[in-house]
């Protein structure tokens, strides 16, 4: 019997591991998402790159042709919004759970942007219908949840600030007030994700609301901002290592004496914590699937540039060369060994929602890119300079994958969550150590040997 087609995204242990978790739906959802992916969307990836115009001004106003003509196949397929849980949002999810999901993830990763967009699963968006199906209020949901959930308009989550350690989210300085029946917001914000997009209608901005609160954690509100609310100005679009990722960018931008109506407020004053909090558990995890897929992708692309025939030197393949064969492994063990991570992370989320998988999750959020990023860098060797080029994908990559290392928290802040949570375990190995002591002092008095413990 053949082996399940996802074997070859995956592999035959992984997909084993899983299989039995996989709902007949899930199931079914899975095969139609790869001959989806295979038949229409990976040879239509140059296609986009070639429909997005060069002219700086034009390439942030262009919604481009494949990715909508996509978009209405995949939601004749049912493949539409898979990262929404309807386990964790019964209204608005779909049968899937975080294990499910995680599997398709790692596929639509292979896509680069263009292949989560297509069926509605890319950030920032992702984050914002998570918030709103979360927290929105009835009205709320209906003005921006639903025609984000149906793909009508994108969304941008302004949180990041320029001048301020933003890996530390309780120096956010932009300030939310309330002002009679409105909320007015002033602050500088920069790399924001989406917020360049023509079809981006609403920010979900965070900011400062209650300076003075005693705890810290309490003083941040989550406001509805719409794009073109007056007082709304984009900046510039900023570059990573030159890619500027129109259209979607990452934007700076400045909310001037922007005002909205009280009903705009997310959740409740001193709520903005909570929501991020909620926000930014699952999305670290999606990133985190997608990123095993570009570096599974990367090895397979390595696999077949150091098997081809027209690129022999001194006439030997260049597998046979120095250390290749050796990268070939490392890259497949550090693949496996990741996407266990974050299955692992996935059905903890599916068992205690994402504030009980916070360990599994920051281990998976500060492992994952960076062993994609040396799995990509060991393809971009293999191809020479053609690697670091515009020719191969290889390159653009390595620069969005880069900035996962950075973004949703930085690696240390990860690290450092994950060792003290570590440390906390101490008292109880400490109180368990002495009760072995105890038991193996009297093992050797009753056997009247004189114990040097």
Same mark, same amino acid.
């Given at each position: 019997?053949? &082996?399940?087609? *996802? *074997? ?6 992984? %997909? $084993? ?34 429909? +997005? ?6 390439? %942030?106003?262009? @919604? ?37 999901? $995680? ?19 890319? =950030? ?8 709103? =199906? ?34 530390? $989210? ?13 909320? @007015? ?5 920069? %790399? ?9 209608? *609403? ?16 003083? #941040? ?18 570059? @990573?290592?030159?890619?500027?990722? =129109? ?10 004496? @922007?005002? !909205? ?5 997310? +959740? ?35 696999? #077949? ?12 393949? +260049?597998?046979?060369?120095?250390? /290749? *064969? ?41 492992? /994952? &890119?960076?062993?994609?990023? #040396? !799995? ?40 450092? #969550? !994950? ?7 101490? &008292? ?22 004189? =114990?040097?413990?």
């Amino acid at each position: 019997m053949a &082996p399940h087609p *996802v *074997v070859e995204y995956t592999s035959e242990a992984s %997909w $084993a591991m899983v299989e039995d978790k996989f709902s007949p739906y899930a199931k079914e959802t899975l095969a139609k998402l790869i001959t989806f992916m295979e038949e229409e969307v990976f040879p239509a990836t140059k296609l986009a790159h070639a429909q +997005l115009p060069a002219d700086p001004e034009k390439r %942030w106003k262009t @919604v481009i042709p494949i990715i909508a003509e996509l978009k209405e196949k995949a939601k004749k397929l049912g493949l539409w919004n898979l990262f929404l849980s309807k386990a964790h949002y019964p209204e608005h999810g779909v049968p899937l759970t975080n294990l499910e999901y $995680a599997v398709m993830a790692e596929i639509l990763g292979r896509g680069g942007h263009m292949a989560p967009e297509v069926v509605n699963c890319s =950030a920032p968006d992702t984050g914002n219908m998570e918030v709103l =199906a979360r927290y929105g209020s009835p009205e709320q949901q209906k003005k921006w949840l639903l025609p984000l959930l149906n793909g009508e308009i994108r969304s941008a989550f302004a949180m990041t600030e320029k001048n301020v350690a933003s890996s530390d $989210a309780t120096n956010i300085r932009t300030s939310i007030r309330r002002e009679g029946d409105e909320i @007015v917001i002033n602050g500088h914000k920069w %790399w924001i994700s989406g917020a360049g997009d023509p079809r981006t209608k *609403v920010h979900l901005v965070m900011g400062k609301s209650d300076p003075n609160n005693k705890n810290n954690y309490n003083q #941040q509100s989550v406001v509805i901002v719409p794009a073109d609310a007056p007082g709304v100005k984009v900046i510039r679009p900023m570059q @990573v290592f030159g890619y500027d990722d =129109a259209p979607e960018g990452h934007c700076e931008i400045i909310y001037e004496n @922007v005002r !909205v109506p009280l009903g705009n407020l997310v +959740l409740g004053w001193g709520r903005g914590f909570e929501i991020i909090q909620g926000r930014l558990g699952p999305g670290r995890i999606h990133h985190c699937m997608r990123s095993i897929g570009a570096a599974q992708a990367a090895l397979d692309l390595m696999l #077949q540039r150091v098997t081809d025939p027209g690129r022999k030197t001194f006439g030997k393949y +260049l597998y046979e060369h120095g250390s /290749v *064969v050796a990268d070939i492994a490392k890259s497949r063990a550090e693949i496996e060994a990741a996407r266990l991570l974050v299955l692992s992370a996935a059905l903890q989320i599916d068992r205690y929602k994402a504030k009980g998988a916070l360990k599994e999750i920051g281990i998976a959020k500060f492992v /994952v &890119p960076s062993m994609a990023l #040396q !799995v990509i860098d060991r393809a971009i060797q293999s191809f020479g300079a053609e690697g670091v080029s515009q020719d191969t994908e290889l390159a653009a990559r390595w620069a969005g994958l880069r900035t996962l290392r950075i973004a949703d928290g930085p690696d240390a802040v990860h690290i450092q #969550q !994950v060792g003290q949570r570590e440390l906390k375990r101490m &008292p109880r190995l400490v109180q368990k150590n002495a009760e072995c002591k105890r038991r193996e002092k009297a093992l050797f008095e009753k056997a009247g040997i004189k =114990a040097h413990l």
